[in-house]
């Protein structure tokens, strides 16, 4: 979905402090970021990362305690929400619950002295883009969770932002209706062909529907990236954590000549297949091997050639997969790992000892205890 076009929005090197009585916390320290003209971008991380102070700082509703904001080519760092020309979606809605739907959507263009024809008539557009036509007379506390959310869009969308800003908008909804509503957001998007920066910790909230993805943590950018990209190629082991399922694995790299095998905490050593080139260009000899549960197999017996011995703690039936927890290394260095399969193996059962393959086309080597 990554989309081409100008940059719209830079954020330079952004940091904020929060001075209290008893600490001060340093929310942001050095955020940068780009995003491209028409596209949806996604902060995305877990609580206390940096991403809604970052939105605010864009939104205008902080001030950064250093650092800048380009829009366009204007400096928004110091300048005040009602000149930014901006659309604001929040986790709460914020809809004034005494007026109707037609008012809460109205609002924004009364503020700006819009005649009475104008109002009707992009009143009238923007409901019908959001899939409320008919509803302007109701009262919002009238309506449901996702047509309140409907609601805040709309009245973001209605005085033609050029930048919209939605922080954690699908929160307050019910599982089910926050991946029906991530799609209607997606689409309005599209047909409003609003630049638009989106604040979740849902990553695959985040994965579905974004152009680009920055996630964060601790108050910094740990990687920018398309969501396929993020997903297959994470940066580093806090990236590969917090997106998607994943299983780490301490182990040693030997090398002899051009051939190069992998010696695990067991002792037990595996030769790569084909020498990968995320395995092969890794310089350290001690590392951490990164896989996804679907990157490996699991097979009934042990003792399977260039494969690692385990045994099945946990099966679970996920509906479109089916996971498997397997036991590593027994004793002090015992792990876990998680292996997903397209079916229930029927000669596999809890309990049992397995072989496990690693597949390598999937494979990435960290340095030990790495960090972004």
């Excluded at 609580?47 to 800048?68: D, I, Q």
């Excluded at 979740?200 to 920055?214: F, G, N, V």
């Amino acid at each position: 979905m990554e989309r081409g076009g100008a940059t719209a929005l830079k954020v330079r090197d952004l940091t904020k402090t929060f001075h209290g009585k008893a600490e001060t916390v340093a929310a942001l320290a050095g955020v940068s970021l780009s995003v491209r003209e028409g596209e949806l971008f996604t902060l995305l991380g877990p609580s206390g990362c940096g991403k809604t102070t970052t939105l605010r700082c864009v939104a205008g509703f902080e001030k950064p305690s250093s650092g800048g904001i380009d829009f366009h080519g204007r400096d928004f760092t110091a300048l005040p929400p009602y000149r930014r020309n901006i659309g604001m979606v929040f986790q709460s809605y914020a809809l004034f619950p005494h007026l109707s739907v037609f008012e809460n959507v109205a609002y924004g263009l009364k503020v700006r002295k819009a005649d009475s024809g104008t109002i009707q008539k992009k009143v009238e557009d923007i409901l019908r883009l959001v899939g409320l036509e008919g509803a302007g007379r109701r009262k919002p506390g009238e309506l449901s969770g996702g047509q309140q959310q409907r609601i805040a869009l709309a009245r973001a969308l209605v005085y033609g932002p050029e930048l919209l800003l939605l922080d954690e908008p699908l929160s307050n909804l019910d599982a089910k209706l926050r991946v029906y509503m991530r799609e209607e957001i997606r689409r309005i998007q599209q047909q409003a062909g609003v630049t638009t920066v989106y604040v979740t910790h849902d990553q695959e909230e985040a994965l579905s529907i974004s152009d680009r993805i920055a996630v964060m943590h601790g108050g910094l950018v740990s990687q920018i990236g398309t969501p396929d990209g993020i997903y297959e190629n994470p940066a580093n082991m806090d990236v590969a954590e917090f997106i998607g399922q994943a299983n780490f694995l301490p182990c040693r790299i030997r090398r002899d000549g051009a051939s190069l095998s992998m010696v695990f905490p067991s002792g037990e050593e595996v030769v790569p297949d084909g020498l990968p080139p995320a395995i092969g260009s890794f310089q350290g000899t001690e590392g951490t091997l990164f896989l996804r549960p679907k990157h490996l197999s699991v097979r009934a017996g042990s003792g399977r050639q260039n494969s690692l011995r385990g045994k099945v703690s946990v099966i679970l039936f996920l509906g479109t997969q089916v996971r498997y927890f397997v036991d590593l290394f027994s004793g002090p260095s015992r792990k876990e790992i998680m292996v997903d399969e397209e079916r229930r193996l029927a000669d596999v059962r809890e309990g049992d000892e397995v072989s496990v393959t690693l597949r390598w086309d999937g494979a990435r080597m960290f340095p030990p205890k790495e960090r972004a």
